[in-house]
Structures are given as C-alpha cells and as structure tokens.
C-alpha cells in the first residue's frame, strides 16, 4: 500500500521518530517524542486494520498477526458486541 506523502499521521510519525533519535534533543525530550510516536502508531494500526477489515479479512487472520485470539483482536480493534465472522 502506497503512502500518501500528505498523510497526517504518517508525516508526524515521521517527525517524532526524528525528535527521539535525535541526540540534539534532551533525554526528556526524546521520551515524550517516543511516546508520541506510540500513540500516532496505535492510530495508524488501526487505520490498517480497518482497511484490512474493510478488504474481508477476517478476525482469524488479523489476529494470527497480533499473536492472539480473534476474540481478543476483535475486541481491541473492533466492535465487540457484532462479532458475526
């Protein structure tokens, strides 16, 4: 999948990234950017798996590559409660 080279969430990912490695920046500095860069990679994860939902892949799958249970993906990922595949 290509990406868009205006995407939000990318381009700040990108950027975070840049902030922690920099040794520039302070030790505090670079933690907060790292836990920045966790949250804008838990949202584009799922993005991912909304796309990958949205493509017919199934629980089963997405949750192979979690390393879990469909149950357990569906309930982090998904709507818990129209669990129909």
């Given at each position: 999948?290509?990406t868009?080279?205006h ?40 993005r ?5 939902r949205?493509?017919d ?9 979690f390393g ?5 993906a ?9 669990y129909?595949?």
């Amino acid at each position: 999948m290509p990406t868009d080279p205006h995407d939000e969430i990318v381009i700040s990912l990108d950027s975070l990234i840049d902030q922690a490695k920099d040794d520039a920046n302070s030790p505090t500095a670079r933690i907060t950017a790292a836990i920045a860069a966790k949250t804008f990679l838990e949202a584009l994860t799922r993005r991912l798996v909304n796309l990958a939902r949205e493509a017919d892949t199934s629980w089963e799958d997405i949750a192979v590559l979690f390393g879990t249970s469909p149950v357990n993906a569906k309930a982090r990922f998904g709507d818990y409660n129209e669990y129909d595949d």
